[in-house]
């Protein structure tokens, strides 16, 4: 800064033009409208939920199954109990399967696999499992386990489609945290003189743990949603079910036979079970928050 | 300082001096050789000898990179021995090769022996867990396991290993002890590691290995990411922590060498150029090059 | 540490060069530490200076002393003023360097050489004043004696070239310059017993001559003395270059030359 700029020289120096700041105010105007038309779908659709669906909702909604009853008007539909269960039954098992296979995959991707051909072939096709339609896994597991077999459809065939969908969800951000620990710690831990597997399993592990459970919990908020694959296992019945052997209700799929009824009872319990899941999907959303803010990782 | 009236000093004035002047000297003592550096702290009050290491024609590869280029080095036991060298000479490497972390690196590698008081750690038949639980190892910055206690972190290395586990309170409080950390944290063992200061959570790091009961403790650079205060501490309990363990520290910090070390071994591109005691290293260097670095003239 | 020249301002050389006389000869490539070297290299030849002054007041002293001028010797001895000031100069110059730029290796070696040099320095000025200091005691119409005068004329030469030759290997690092100084020093001291000799000879009642005598071997000594602070200077060349301190000795002395230690057989060098 020479001495010889005077105050007002300076002031000149770092004033914002006016150029400068119509752009600015343009580009803030654009992002803004960007942001306000992207809004207004969502606005919309919980707009539409709540007003259809709120209406639905009562004790007896969710604590009777539904009847099948739908063709009399008047008759009593019943509710969405045993949608809820069937959902939660099956999203579980999936979870039970997909979540360990997961974490492990994800495990040996980052500390044996690394950057070894097969590694990243691996990779290449868990990318390439995160974009195909759920359909696709439902109707694997038809041609797989229901067509090839002979057998009949099934809660746990449903879990299954679900939990190839969960995989490559539960891999992804798996290896995204795990690649997120510092290398540090676990040189420190090797160099205490600890096997390998003790590493991953007493350090490293537990300090991801944070930031996975925030994986699978969106993940598993992607399964609780999808019909396609369901309605090829899983297929649909009235009753509350604990034998994930036999047929089983879901939340998606029984939204979808409600939905095209003629009957306006059924097709408002249809958007009664829609709402349901989206709060059950947002109240899983809200935990994996809660969990990521806790950890120091994530 | 000027003469005063008199005309002569009496200390100029010797018996022999008005005659046989040649001899007369102002009588400042004049020792013959600069004094020989002070030995290390005895092994006769060393609680637990340390053990020495010894390289034999080292050399470490990143792939086909050799970065450390046949090296022949001595650590002596129950020193402190210090290596000292410019960015990328080679030294974190080869100290990396003496606890087999090196080859933890996908694509490294190491030829050559380290023997570990005549044990050569590079021998096949020898686990490497247990190698890494006689020589252990003190990290740059400070990484306590963020998601243990204080507690835990310094019992971590004795969980880890699986074996040794009884009085784990007796052995984490020696630890503690022995890194000068046991005062300040004892009324807050269950809190978490990470909530110490830097100083304080290197420390706690040095206490988690030597929980683990080292015959050798390596250190990268231990003091590089810590204010002064916090460093003179680590230097202090380096001179203490001697007398039990084999110490190899490696460091940016010439003046640090200096104070710490007993000997001192200059890298260079990967080769050794100079070892000996640290006194001599500084005061009277042999090799030009040496000579050159401890000066500031590079590096 | 090389040295790039051996400035040769031997005996009977007058001319003690500019103020660059005194720097000493670069070792190598330079790139670090610029500051550093440039403050140490003004320190050296701050110090060097210093024998520059002692020339001076050797040359006016024994000016002084073949003459009787006594003025001139008043001159000299407050003149040592100017060479204690250099001491404290180049002392206070030295205890900054140490405490702000911690040299190691060769440059501490330099560093604790220059307070060795400038401390035998201010030895040498004192001898002057000494000196200095016996001239108007012999009165001022002293009983004179050629032969004596003549003699220390003689020591008075060669102890400016020994300051002179210090002054040399010093500032040229050179080792055997050092060492030959100890060859002029044995002339000093064989003049020295000479002129003891000569003053014990002079017997005969006059009790002024056998006290200008007493005076003049008083005499001797001072530049005996300054012979030996010139030694010393060497022996620090000698320290400075090669790291170990060994004494010049005279070798008409039984006691020979010290041999080097042997090197520390726990260094090794690759």
Redesign the interface.
Known sequence: MSARETPGDLLTRFDVSPARRRKDKIARGGILAATILALIPLVLIVYYLLRKGLSSWSVSFFTTDPTGNTFFGGSNIGGIKSAILGTIEMVALASAIAVPIGIGVAVWLVEYGRSSWFANTVRFFVDVLTGVPSIIFGLFIYIVLIVGTGSSYAGYKGSLALSLLMLPVVIRSAEVILRLIPGALRESALALGAPRWRVIFSIVLPTALPGMVTGVLLAIARAAGETAPLLFTAAYTHQTNFNLGGFMNSLPVQIYNDVTSPTTAVVNRAWGAALTLVVMILLLNLIARLIARRSRLA | MTSDGSTLRTADVEPDDLLESGQARSPEPRPARPPATAPAASSATATKPGLSVRLEGLRAFYGESEQVKGVDLDFRANEVTAIIGPSGCGKSTMVRCINRMHEEIPGARAEGRVLLDELDVYDSSVDVVAVRRAIGMVFQKPNPFPTMSIFDNVASGLRLSSRGRGDLHGKVEAALRGAGLWDEVSDRLQEPGAGLSGGQQQRLCIARSLAVNPEVILMDEPCSALDPIATLKIEELIAELKQSVTIVIVTHNMQQAARVADRTAFMLGGKLVEVGPTQEIFTNPTDPRTEEYVTGKFG | MSPASSANDASGSTSLGGPDDGAPPT???????VH?QQQLQELETNALGGLDLIVEQLDRVLEALDHQDVELAQMVIAD??RV?GR?LEVHQGILSLLALQ????????LVAALLHMIK?I??MG?QC??IA??IPLSGHEPPVRQEVLQALSKMGAHARSEVVQSKAAFAGRDVGLAEDLVRQ??EI?RL??EI?RMALDIGGDDADTREWAMHMI?VA??L??IG??AV?IGEQVAFVVT?????FS?S??PAGV?PD?AP?A?????
């Open positions: 070792s190598g490539p330079q790139h670090g530490r550093f040592d003023d204690d001491y911690a040299p190691v290796a060769g440059d501490l070696r035998h201010e030895r004192d004043v000494n200091k016996l020093d044995r001291n020295n017993r003891f008083l000594r001072a005996e003395r030996d602070n010393d790291g170990l301190f060994r004494e005279d008409s002395h010290r230690a520390d726990s260094r090794e060098t690759f």
